[in-house]
């Protein structure tokens, strides 16, 4: 076999380290797009939250109008029924007495 000249040793070494250096930078280019990407992804799901999350308290806010509104009604319902028993004890004294027509007038809102 005969050995090759130095000169065709340097370029075999230099175009090896060239291969070398080129997937070497491939890698490190696929690498650095990977973290950017997953940098990106990583963010795209934080906007999707933090739009959920004021979503949920804009629901959570309306909810709690509805709640204030119907327990508001509840009360004002309460109070009615209440006025409403007490003029049926009114009208019901009024009958145990035997006082005579006309019955006690009705309360105003009842």
Do not use: N
Not at 69 to 94: F, K, M, N, P, S
Request: aromatic letters at 2%; zero cysteines.
């Amino acid at each position: 076999m005969t050995a090759l000249p130095p000169a065709a040793i340097a370029t075999i070494v230099a175009a090896a380290i060239g291969v070398v250096g080129v997937i070497v930078g491939a890698a490190l280019v696929h690498s650095r797009e990977t973290k950017r990407d997953r940098a990106s992804a990583i963010m795209q799901h934080v906007e999707i939250l933090q739009t959920r999350l004021r979503d949920s308290e804009t629901r959570q806010a309306s909810m709690q109008g509805e709640i204030d509104r119907l327990w508001t009604a509840r009360r004002a319902d309460a109070v009615l029924i209440r006025a409403q028993g007490d003029h049926i004890d009114v009208l019901e004294a009024h009958i145990w007495a035997r006082r005579e027509p006309p019955p006690p007038a009705r309360p105003q809102g009842a």
